[in-house]
């Protein structure tokens, strides 16, 4: 069975989608087009450029996370550094790392930029905090000036997975004729996890239709679920507020509107209490979350079929025509 697949964002849980691939490969599944946001660009990029479940939980295996946060010694003063990192920096942690790291993984399979992989194949969402926009990649960086074949897939993960405050933003310099006649500050463009503005972007592949005979392909969402807060958050001061506000954003988007119109089309993956940000993970929370992701996916894909998706997706189609019919009239300003 072919799919369009899309995956959520949510930093270390990601773990989790590494094993639903996995759980759906062993049930046959093939990835069309992918799609994600945050730590689900990672995964969606990953498969786009040929890796496996099995290759990708060697990799996972093999990554100390922790080894992706890094700072010049200069800010690991207690308090003071982290705090003059944040003010200067405009994140805690550098994303050199995670991009270089990305990178490197893609360039094993030959991949570098998006003219590498088929047009369309992958998607990748970010936030355009400047413009208050959703950025769809490569496509959207259009907007800046540049042309989205030779964006760089890493540098497009690592945009979606800057979260605020946690990780630096990337920046982004308008190319000449696009910044002609701005003010200096006005050439540069700050963009952020993709999970601010939507973290489970479902619709991307609303519609899409396969070559062979225009089928309509179905849209599969892999969403990391469970409640993070096992433990109240402390606030202490504005870092540790910071942080709260951040994990409260990456876990609780889009709830409501993922049960009550999406859940057929939707793989729900138990994340076990980890946190997003929760970096130094050891290997058995690792090999749980994957575990869990791929029980979740087997679960979805051994009762699930074209026919009940087709049958679902007219029901969900039916109910958002009631409610747009049923909604009042707008009033004239």
Sequence with gaps: MLINAVFEGGGVKGISLAGAVQGAQDCGIQFNRVAGTSSGSIVAALLAAGYRAEEMKVIIENTPFVSLLRRSPIFNTRWIGPAARLFLKKGLYSGEALESWIRKMLEQKGIRTFADLPQGKLLITASDISNGTILVLPDDIRRFGIDPAKLDVAKAVRMSCSIPYFFDPVVIRKSPVFSKGLPFQDQFVYVVDG??????????????????????????????????????ARIKGPLSMLQALVETMLTA?????????????????????????????????????????ATAGSEFFNGWNMKMYGEQLDKQRKELRKKQAEAPPLIPV
């Design 253 to 293: 988007h889009d709830e409501r509107y993922i049960e009550q119109i999406n859940r057929f089309r939707t793989v729900k993956i138990p994340t076990l209490g980890i946190k997003p940000t929760q970096f130094h993970l050891s290997l058995q929370d690792s090999t749980a979350l994957y575990r869990s992701g």
């Design 195 to 232: 999970g601010l503005l939507s973290n489970f972007p479902l619709w991307l592949f609303d519609g899409d239709r396969s070559e062979r005979g225009g089928d309509v392909i179905p849209v599969v969402g892999f969403k990391m679920v469970g409640k993070t807060e096992v433990e109240p």
